[in-house]
C-alpha cells in the first residue's frame, strides 16, 4: 500500500519503521528514511505546515516534540504520547505558540464542542463517550478465552491492532480521559466516560450554565481527520447523513468499571500524575502485543498494568527523558514478568 502511496503522492520524504524496509521502497526513486530519527526528520521536514501523527505507542514522543520545536502545527491521532509526556508536549507548545489539534473522534468532538478553541473556559464536565466495545456485555469469567481475533472485531470502527484491543479492554477510554486533560486542562473529577452503543455522539461538554453541547455524526474517522486538516474551516465531505429518524433513540450508561478496570486504572495514573500515566501507557503497550501473540490471555491486560503501576514510585515529570525512563522502565518490567509467566 506504501508503495501505491509512493507512486500516487510522489512524497518528497518517506519514513518507515527500519533499515529493511527502508531499502525496498529505495528503488521507487524517493528519499526513504527509518526509525525513530526518520521520523523525526519527517517531523521536521522544511516547510511542512502541519505535522499529522499518526504512528501508534509512545515511539511518537520525541518526533511530536521535534515538530513543536520547529514552530510547526501538530494534527495529533498518536494519543499514547499525550499519556505518556503531556505535561511536557502541552507547555513546549504553550512556549512555541504552536497549536496541536485533536484528531481523535472524540476529543475533535469536544474541540467542536468548545467552538474550536483549545483553552478550557467555562466548563463544568467534560463527558467522553465510549461505545464499549466488543465485549461490553460479555460475563467477565469469559474473558479468559477471549482470543486476538475476537478482540480485534470492534462494533463499530476499522482500526488498528493496538487500538482495537484498547477499546475492548476500555484502556483507550481510560488514554483518552488523560488525552483529555492535557487537551482542555480539565481535572480528572470533571471527565467523565459514558457507555453510548450507537457511536454516533462523539462527546458532550457542559458548561457551567448547564448547557451541554455535544457533536455527532455517523461513525467515520474522515469527518475529525478532515475537521483537524482543514481547522478552522470545513471542507465539502461526500458522506452518508446521519438519519437520526432511523436512529430514533440515543443511550447513555455508567461504564462498569469492575468489569473493565483499566478505566480505574488510568483514572488512578492520572489523580497520581508524574511518571505513573507513562507506565500506565507502557505496560499496556507490551501487554497489549503479547496478548495479541498469544502470549498472555485478554483477562491479564489489567492484571499487568496494575502490578506495574503498583511496583512503580511516581516521580514528577521535569523533563520529557523522566517519561522515556519511566516508559523503559515499564516495558522491561512487563516483558520480564510475561517471559517468566509464559516459560
Ligand atoms: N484507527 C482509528 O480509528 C484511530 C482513532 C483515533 C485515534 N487513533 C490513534 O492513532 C494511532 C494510530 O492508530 P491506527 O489504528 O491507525 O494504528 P495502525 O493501523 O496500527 O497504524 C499505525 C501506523 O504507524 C506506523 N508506524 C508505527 N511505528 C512506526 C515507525 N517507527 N515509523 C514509521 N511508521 C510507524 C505503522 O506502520 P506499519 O504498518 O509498518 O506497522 C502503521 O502504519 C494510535 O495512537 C491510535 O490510538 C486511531
Excluded at 2 to 31: C, H, T
Excluded at 234 to 262: G, I, Q, W
Amino acid at each position: 500500500m506504501l508503495r501505491e502511496q509512493i507512486r500516487a503522492f510522489k512524497p518528497r520524504l518517506v519514513s518507515v519503521l527500519d533499515q529493511e524496509r527502508a531499502s525496498s521502497l529505495r528503488a521507487e526513486g524517493v528519499e526513504v528514511v527509518y526509525g525513530e530519527e526518520g521520523l523525526i526528520q519527517a517531523a521536521t521536514f522544511p516547510g511542512v505546515d502541519l505535522v499529522v501523527s499518526a504512528v501508534v505507542g509512545s515511539v511518537g514522543i520525541l518526533p511530536l516534540l521535534a515538530a513543536i520545536e520547529e514552530g510547526t502545527d501538530v494534527a495529533l491521532a498518536n494519543k499514547e504520547s499525550m499519556v505518556t509526556a503531556g505535561e511536557i508536549i502541552v507547555k513546549k507548545a504553550q512556549e512555541k505558540g504552536v497549536a496541536i489539534l485533536p484528531i481523535d473522534s472524540e476529543h475533535s468532538a469536544i474541540f467542536q464542542a468548545l467552538g474550536s478553541k483549545l483553552g478550557g473556559e467555562g466548563i463544568k464536565r467534560i463527558i467522553l463517550t465510549a461505545s464499549g466495545g466488543p465485549f461490553y456485555n460479555m460475563p467477565a469469567e469469559a474473558f479468559k478465552k477471549v482470543t486476538p481475533r475476537e478482540a480485534l472485531a470492534h462494533p463499530i470502527w476499522r482500526m488498528g491492532p493496538k487500538i482495537s484491543v484498547d477499546s475492548a479492554t476500555l484502556m483507550n477510554k481510560g488514554l483518552e480521559v488523560i488525552e483529555a486533560h492535557w487537551f482542555f486542562r480539565v481535572p480528572s473529577e470533571r471527565i467523565e466516560v459514558l457507555i453510548h452503543p450507537q457511536g454516533v455522539v462523539h462527546s458532550l461538554v457542559e458548561y457551567v450554565d448547564s448547557s451541554i453541547i455535544a457533536q455527532l455524526s455517523i461513525p467515520d474517522m474522515r469527518i475529525p481527520i478532515a475537521y483537524a486538516l482543514s481547522y478552522p474551516k470545513r471542507l465539502f465531505m461526500d458522506l452518508p447523513v446521519l438519519n437520526l429518524v432511523e436512529l430514533n433513540h440515543l443511550t447513555f450508561d455508567p461504564p462498569d468499571v469492575e468489569k473493565f478496570p483499566c478505566l480505574k486504572l488510568a483514572y488512578q495514573a492520572l489523580e497520581t500524575g508524574g511518571t505513573l500515566p507513562a507506565v500506565l501507557n507502557a505496560a499496556n503497550e507490551v501487554a497489549v502485543e503479547a496478548f495479541l501473540q498469544g502470549r498472555i490471555s485478554f483477562d491479564r491486560i489489567p492484571h499487568v498494568v496494575a502490578s506495574t503501576m503498583d511496583r512503580h514510585q511516581a516521580t514528577p515529570l521535569h523533563d520529557v527523558e523522566a517519561a522515556l525512563e519511566a516508559d523503559r522502565w515499564a516495558k522491561a518490567k512487563v516483558l520480564t514478568f510475561i517471559q517468566k509467566v509464559s516459560q
